[in-house]
C-alpha cells in the first residue's frame, strides 16, 4: 500500500450503532487529520494529531472519538451519530513542520 | 478570521479552451497557498502550492497558478482542457502550525 489509505470506503449506520473509520499512512509523516466533507459545505478540520498527540480539536461533537495509537494510524470511533453527521470523512497526513497534506480517499458515511 | 472565498461554484468549458478558476483569500501574514482537485468519490489531489518566490507556480497536469498580493488572489489556469480534468477544485490557505483552510470549491463541468 502507498500513500493514505482509509477503511472503510463506504459505511451505513443507524445512530444506535458504534463503528470506528481507520486511516493509514504509508508516507513516514508526523501529522495526521481528520476532515468532514459535507454537501455544498467547505471542507471542515475536525482533528488535529501532531506526534501522536492531539492539537486541534475543532468544536467536535463527543460523538465523535480520535485516537491516533502511533504516527501511521489515526482512528475516528463513531457513536450515536445524527443523521446530519452523513458526509464524505476525509483522513489526510503531512510533516508537523510542513503544510502540505495528503489525502486519503475518504469515508462515505451514511446514518439512518 | 482567515477565509477563502471561490466565486465560481460551477464553470463549464469547452474541451481544448483554457481554463481559469478564482480564489482569494483573506490572511494577515504571507500566505502559504494551494490548489488542490477531486475526482468523484476519490479524495484530494495537490496540484500545487505557493510557499515563497516566483509568483507563476507550475503544477502537475499543465496547471498553474499566479499569486498577486495586491489582489490577495491565487488563481488555477489551465491553456487547454481536457475532458479528463473534469472535477471539484480546491484552493486552500495555510494558517498557523499545519492547519488548511479550504474554499467552498468550484465544480468543472467539460463539454465536448
Known amino acids: 500500500e502507498t500513500g493514505v489509505t482509509q477503511t472503510p470506503r463506504h459505511l451505513v449506520m443507524g445512530m444506535t450503532n458504534k463503528k470506528s473509520l481507520k486511516c493509514e499512512q504509508h508516507?513516514?509523516?508526523?501529522?495526521m487529520y481528520w476532515y468532514k466533507q459535507s454537501a455544498k459545505k467547505p471542507l471542515e478540520l475536525m482533528f488535529v494529531?501532531?506526534?501522536?498527540?492531539?492539537?486541534e480539536n475543532n468544536s467536535v461533537p463527543s460523538r465523535f472519538s480520535p485516537e491516533c495509537p502511533n504516527s501511521s494510524h489515526l482512528f475516528l470511533h463513531l457513536h450515536t451519530l445524527q443523521p446530519e453527521d452523513s458526509a464524505l470523512y476525509l483522513c489526510?497526513?503531512?510533516?508537523?513542520?510542513?503544510?502540505?497534506?495528503?489525502f486519503g480517499p475518504g469515508t462515505r458515511l451514511t446514518v439512518l | 478570521a482567515q477565509s477563502v472565498t471561490q466565486p465560481d461554484i460551477h464553470i463549464t468549458v469547452s474541451e481544448g479552451a483554457s481554463l481559469e478558476l478564482r480564489c482569494n483569500y483573506s490572511?494577515?501574514?504571507?500566505?502559504?497557498l494551494f490548489w488542490y482537485v477531486q475526482s468523484p468519490g476519490q479524495g484530494l489531489q495537490l496540484l500545487l502550492k505557493?510557499?515563497?518566490?516566483?509568483?507563476l507556480v507550475q503544477g502537475i497536469k499543465g496547471f498553474e497558478a499566479e499569486f498577486k498580493r495586491s489582489q490577495s488572489s491565487f488563481n488555477l489556469r489551465k491553456p487547454s482542457v481536457h475532458w479528463s480534468d473534469a472535477a471539484e477544485y480546491f484552493c486552500?490557505?495555510?494558517?498557523?502550525?499545519?492547519?488548511?483552510?479550504f474554499g467552498a470549491g468550484t465544480i468543472l463541468r467539460v463539454k465536448s
Open positions: 489526510a497526513s503531512s510533516l508537523a513542520s510542513d503544510n502540505e497534506q495528503f
Open positions: 508516507l513516514g509523516h508526523n501529522a
Open positions: 494529531y501532531n506526534f501522536k498527540e492531539q492539537t
Open positions: 490572511y494577515g501574514a504571507t500566505p502559504y
Open positions: 505557493y510557499f515563497s518566490g516566483d509568483t
Open positions: 486552500a490557505v495555510a494558517i498557523y502550525g499545519n492547519k488548511l483552510v
